[in-house]
């Protein structure tokens, strides 16, 4: 991932991209193509490749051109040439193959940074900068809001969904707790991401709540499908 999107996002550990899940079939095709893609940068096409695979759920648009929040939507998917297109939505995977709801996901979030990193550089502004975003949080907390209410994301895909979370809570501030609840319900199903520990942390820092340190820490991951633990105050 680039410097930038990764200090913000944290980069994922291998076991996220590899599968170190329980009852998950081995990866298909398909992914270890998006897989391909990702690990060279190719953060959109990554994400294309799997919302093109078949058995897709929940759609996801940018949010405005440029990384400008208020801007008009665009279409997708994107062109290779990296321009708006007409076409079908990037739709996400199939929650029953989480490893590609994650990848699928991290992608995307990460071509927004990657996105909102070249509309920072074309203003000097301080004002302008400041309403600057990542255009893809938005469609992505539509696409995984559902998946997450319905206990169907993983602890990887939970830890992206708190990602997004996280970010949009500069205009949301409402979105706080939402996030810190996600991130641990992350941890309580992967302990060891650290990612998401990182993320938990700095959220923790914010809010007038019981210290993360006297906060139990899980035992051992909940089994797929299982319910994580009830989320700290």
């Known amino acids: 991932p680039p410097p930038a999107a ?3 996002a944290g980069s994922p550990d291998d076991d996220a991209l590899d599968g170190a899940r329980t009852g998950e079939p081995p990866p298909r095709d398909v992914y270890l193509l998006a897989r391909t893609f990702f690990d060279l940068g190719e953060f959109q096409r990554a994400a294309e490749v799997l919302s ?3 058995e897709s759920g929940a759609a ?5 051109a440029g990384g400008v929040a208020g801007a008009a939507p665009l279409a997708g998917p994107f062109s290779r040439s990296g321009g708006a297109s007409d076409g079908d939505t990037l739709l996400c995977p199939d929650a029953s193959r989480p490893r590609e ?18 509309a920072l550089a074309e ?10 975003s990542n255009p893809r949080l938005g469609a992505l907390e539509r696409a995984l809001a559902p998946l997450a209410a319905a206990g169907r994301l993983d602890g990887f895909a939970l830890y992206a969904y708190g990602i997004v979370l996280k970010e949009l809570r500069a205009d949301r501030p409402d979105l706080a ?11 309580q199903k ?4 650290w990612s998401a ?10 809010a007038d709540v019981t210290p993360l340190h006297e906060q139990p820490l899980p035992a051992a991951p909940a089994a797929d499908g299982a319910a994580p633990g009830a989320a700290p105050t």
């Open 6 to 8: 990764a200090a913000s």
């Open 52 to 54: 093109n695979a078949g």
């Open 197 to 206: 520990w990182l993320d938990l942390v700095e959220l923790w820092a914010e």
């Open 60 to 64: 996801a648009r940018p949010d405005g």
């Open 123 to 132: 203003l000097a502004e301080p004002l302008e900068r400041r309403h600057v």
């Open 190 to 193: 992967y302990p060891w991401n």
């Open 177 to 187: 707790l939402a996030a810190r609840a996600t991130l641990w319900a992350a941890v």
């Open 101 to 118: 709801v994650f990848l699928w996901a991290y992608a995307l979030f990460l071509d927004g940074e990657r996105r909102k990193e070249q």
